[in-house]
Every structure is written in structure tokens, then in C-alpha cells.
């Protein structure tokens, strides 16, 4: 029997074998709330009708569509194989993914169809999902805002719902965030204090690299940001003469002992005359519901 179990038992040259499909290793990178466009992708005899998959990972146990991405993140090659883009505007979490391959004429319609793992698409942009919080009548800054390769340049605009029109009214700077430090993950809407209402907000980012002018620059959803505070245009009755309470104060996080001020105007001039103790309220109760104004009733 010939002994066929180490390299130099095979002496015989039988010809050659190709094996077409993508270099390994590749680095590319696109950025959240733009089109995403990985071009020069590298391999050999590659066609136009490749697929690469945007995935957490190539590993048939581990991928899955990801979030963001238009098709399940399923991109078509073009240019022989060589450019890979979706035109429409990716809203993916940033991070580092796998971009795995498929052949033209292989099912490539599932995960477990994109084993061939090319190398790495880095998406700029922050992460999905975050939670934050600032306080109405105070300066909002926000700490630990998480991404892949954010920027102090880049943006973010408090709206109800990311690309839409609706902007939370009554923060400084049109809602709009003036400045981010450390790296992108402070950000801050300057010195002025917010008086928005209490409620929950969506945090909408743009890059640097985008023009950030208009509503629709921020459509990467980034969390929620909670506003503590009450709500706007309640209204209240008191009687002169009798005492000024009422227990339905209604808004969103509130807590006992905060307090209100019965003003003309809010933030100026003096406490309104009539009311016990310049006109500040004892420390709200019941979950911030309720309040009242000292032990004595309203000056007629």
C-alpha cells in the first residue's frame, strides 16, 4: 500500500484548483442614517448577483438578519461583483459586523445560505435602545451616550417619532443638541434650561458627515429620553378665602416634594400677592399629584 498521510507523499502536480469567492479580512464602513455603499470588494472571478449579508456573525448558529438594513440586510453585487449597496438610508445600531457571502445561482435567501466570511463592516453610529433622562426648569446634558465611532460633531434632535416633523417643543436650541464632548457620548443642548413637558421623547442622532439641517437628517433611533416633569396647559381652581389645594396635578415622574410657584409669568417677577408664602407651595404628596399652599387660606 503507498502511504498517502504527509505532504511529501504528494509529489504529483495534477493541475490546478480555483476557488472563486471573496478575500478574507476585508474592512468596510458605512454609516447609520446614510445610504451604505461598500465598494472594491475584493475576491476572485466574482459576478454581478453575489450577495453578502450583514450579520452579527457568519457562523451558521450565530447569524440572523439584522435590524436596520433594507431586504434582512441582503445586498446584490454589481460592477462583477465589486460594489454592494443599498440607496435607501440604513437605520442599523453602529458596531462591527460580518459581511457574509453568497454565490449568484445558490439559494442565498436565508441566514444559514451566508457561511463565507469576508471580513468586517463597521456601521458609525450609536447604539440602539438607550435610556436617558433630564428634568424639566433644568440644564439636560446627557452622559454615557454608547456607540461605534461617534463624533463631538455629531447630532441629536428630541422628536416624537425619528424623520418626523414633530420636535419637542420648549427645549433649547429647537430641540436641537449644540455641542457633544468625549467622544460623542456627552451630549448637551447648551446652558439654557429645557421647559418642556414631562413625557417620553425619542433621541434621534445624525452624523458630522451628514448636512443635519432638517427633521428629516434624523432618522436613526437611538432611545428613549425621559422627560420628568409636568404637563402643559393644566388648569387649577382656587378660591379666595379658602385653602388652595388640589390633588390632580398630572405630568410624567413626578414626586412628593416638589413644588410649584403661583407667578404672572413663569420665571420672573414676584410670587402672586394672596398666596402664603410668596405664593411657593408646601412640597407636593401623593406621587406629585397633590398640593396646596401653607396652613391658611387665599387673601382675598
Not at 8 to 14: M, Q, S
Not at 20 to 25: M, N, R, S
Not at 33 to 61: A, H, K, T
Not at 196 to 217: E, L, N, Q, V
Request: hydrophobic fraction near 30%.
Amino acid at each position: 500500500l503507498v502511504e498517502c498521510s504527509e505532504p511529501h507523499h504528494f509529489r504529483t502536480e495534477v493541475g490546478i484548483l480555483r476557488m472563486t469567492g471573496p478575500a478574507t479580512g476585508q474592512k468596510k464602513t458605512c454609516t447609520s442614517g446614510q445610504p451604505c455603499v461598500i465598494m472594491q470588494f475584493g475576491g476572485y472571478e466574482l459576478v454581478d448577483g453575489d450577495r453578502i449579508m450583514i450579520s452579527d456573525s457568519c457562523l451558521p448558529q450565530l447569524s440572523a438578519f439584522l435590524f436596520g438594513f433594507l431586504n434582512n440586510g441582503i445586498m446584490i453585487g454589481s460592477n462583477d461583483g465589486t460594489v454592494f449597496s443599498h440607496t435607501t438610508r440604513i437605520t442599523a445600531s453602529g458596531g462591527i459586523y460580518s459581511m457574509c457571502w453568497c454565490p449568484f445561482g445558490a439559494p442565498c435567501q436565508s441566514p444559514d445560505n451566508f457561511q463565507v466570511d469576508s471580513g468586517n463592516l463597521t456601521v458609525v453610529g450609536p447604539y440602539l435602545d438607550q435610556q436617558k433622562t433630564c428634568v424639566a426648569s433644568q440644564v439636560c446634558e446627557i452622559s454615557e451616550y454608547k456607540g461605534q465611532s461617534l463624533s463631538d460633531s455629531d447630532r441629536l434632535l428630541i422628536l416624537d417619532t425619528c424623520g418626523t416633523p414633530f420636535k419637542l417643543q420648549r427645549m433649547p436650541n429647537d430641540a436641537m443638541s449644540t455641542q457633544s464632548d468625549s467622544f460623542g457620548s456627552v451630549v448637551s443642548w447648551g446652558p439654557l434650561r429645557s421647559s418642556s413637558a414631562g413625557g417620553i421623547y425619542r433621541m434621534c442622532w445624525c452624523a458630522a458627515t451628514y448636512p443635519c439641517s432638517t427633521y428629516a437628517d434624523f432618522i436613526v433611533d437611538s432611545g428613549t429620553l425621559h422627560v420628568l416633569g409636568p404637563q402643559h396647559f393644566q388648569t387649577q381652581e382656587c378660591l379666595p378665602g379658602l385653602q388652595c389645594m388640589f390633588e390632580n396635578f398630572r405630568g410624567y415622574g413626578l414626586q412628593d416634594g416638589q413644588r410649584l410657584m403661583a407667578l404672572a409669568d413663569c420665571g420672573f417677577g414676584q410670587g402672586m400677592h394672596g398666596f402664603p408664602n410668596s405664593g411657593i407651595s408646601n412640597g407636593a404628596t401623593k406621587d406629585g399629584m397633590r398640593y396646596g399652599w401653607g396652613d391658611g387660606s387665599l387673601e382675598r
